[in-house]
């Protein structure tokens, strides 16, 4: 119906760049349209089999069962979770005993040389950071596992109790995750294909099911970073400097570690990747100057998952893919459907960051 609703507004006004069509297209159909295409970025961002196992036509039971037997059992998840929290414990650890500040050996040169050292100024708070406290590192290390998780819970909760009252606090948090999946997201490609599939469950009535959406594995790894970054830091003390120094070098290791661990099975990730790469197309474009035409391969879910910019472009045939998906997903495949109103459900439609579309074919962009 988008794309009907674009073709009668293509017969009455003339094509150029950046005009807007008579005011019998309502603005609210351009938002959401807008939103259309943001939520279909969100699926194919944080569920890429999925898309491509919904959006597959020819051998779709073939694409379920190769996702379904290679993916990981509960022992397998289990060890990596295991792994996960080693590497969380052994990294902050290592880091925190095994590295010292400059201004530490330079103390230690000093205090060799001089043999009075009451002569020496320097404070007790500063010898005090430069001796290893090793019960202290590992209990510091330790915390550095649960303090993601548990400020997970206890946001889960207080934005569970908000959802009584109003839904602005939690569109509000959803909104700055979703910024910082954004800026994470192309270092993070590998785990996406981890994710056994969309989940069916869309609603927002008890604190488990905040939980679980904020439990999401990439917005764990985040708050395991920031976890890992906060005790080093708080651990370097006044030494800024060397505590900044000390959080680039974890993101350079302990993300790409933690991506390591969790990444997806690499034959999943190829042919999902493939089967994203190429749609055929359904109708024939509006403007007839296009070379698009029925059947034609289209790439524009692929384009669509290595976009992370605010504007998208694609043709008015590309777009019915997109609306096209929406409507297989609502009416169900396999026994299994996720309604056209799942992603209001979850507050996630205004805040999918998308501010316009570029329709190639019509010369039209389309702004909220």
């Known amino acids: 119906k988008s794309v009907a609703i674009m073709a009668q507004a293509q017969q009455s006004w003339i094509p150029g ?16 349209l807008l939103q259309l295409v943001g939520n279909a970025r969100y699926d194919v961002t944080r569920y890429p089999s999925h898309v491509a196992y919904i959006t597959e036509t020819g051998h779709r039971t073939g694409f379920k069962k190769l996702v379904e ?3 990981f059992s509960s022992c397998a998840i289990a060890r990596r979770y295991f792994a996960a929290i080693l590497v969380t414990i052994l990294i ?22 001089v043999a009075d050292t009451d002569m020496l100024d320097v404070t007790e708070e500063r010898m005090n950071f430069c ?40 569109k509000f948090y959803v909104g700055v995750v979703l910024c910082v999946f954004d800026v994470i997201a192309p ?9 056994p599939g969309k989940p069916k469950k869309h609603d927002l009535n008890s604190f488990w099911d905040v939980w679980k959406r904020l439990a999401y594995l990439p917005y764990m790894i ?3 970073v920031l976890g890992v970054v906060m005790v080093v830091t708080i651990w370097c003390g006044n030494h ?14 302990y993300f790409p570690l933690m991506v390591w661990i969790f990444k997806g099975d690499s034959i999943v990730k190829e042919v999902s990747t493939q089967e994203l790469q190429r749609r055929a197309i359904r109708i024939r474009p ?49 026994g299994e459907n996720w309604p056209v109103w799942w992603h209001d459900d979850l507050c996630l439609s205004e805040n999918n960051q998308m501010q316009a579309v570029y329709l190639d074919d019509l010369n039209f962009l389309i702004t909220s």
């Open 17 to 32: 760049p950046w005009s807007r069509p008579d005011p019998t297209c309502s603005p609210a159909t351009f938002k959401k």
């Open 69 to 71: 037997t290679r993916a």
């Open 92 to 113: 902050p650890l290592l880091v925190m005993l095994f590295k010292t500040p400059e201004e530490c050996h330079i103390t230690d040169v000093i205090l060799s040389t």
């Open 131 to 170: 001796r290893k406290h090793y019960r202290l590192a590992s209990i510091a290390a330790a915390s550095a596992v649960v303090l993601g998780p548990i400020y997970n819970l206890i946001v889960s909760f207080f934005l569970s109790i908000s959802l009584c009252c109003t839904t602005k606090l939690y």
């Open 187 to 195: 270092y993070a490609v590998p785990v996406l294909f981890a994710s």
């Open 222 to 224: 985040i708050l395991w």
């Open 240 to 253: 800024i400097s060397f505590s900044g120094v000390l959080a680039l070098f974890l993101w350079q290791t």
């Open 286 to 334: 509006i403007c007839k100057e296009t070379h698009q035409e029925i059947g034609a391969l289209s790439d524009v879910w692929w384009r669509l998952f290595t976009n992370y910019d605010h504007v998208f472009t694609c043709s008015s045939a590309e777009l019915d893919l997109l609306v096209h998906y929406f409507e297989e997903s609502h009416q169900g495949v396999d």
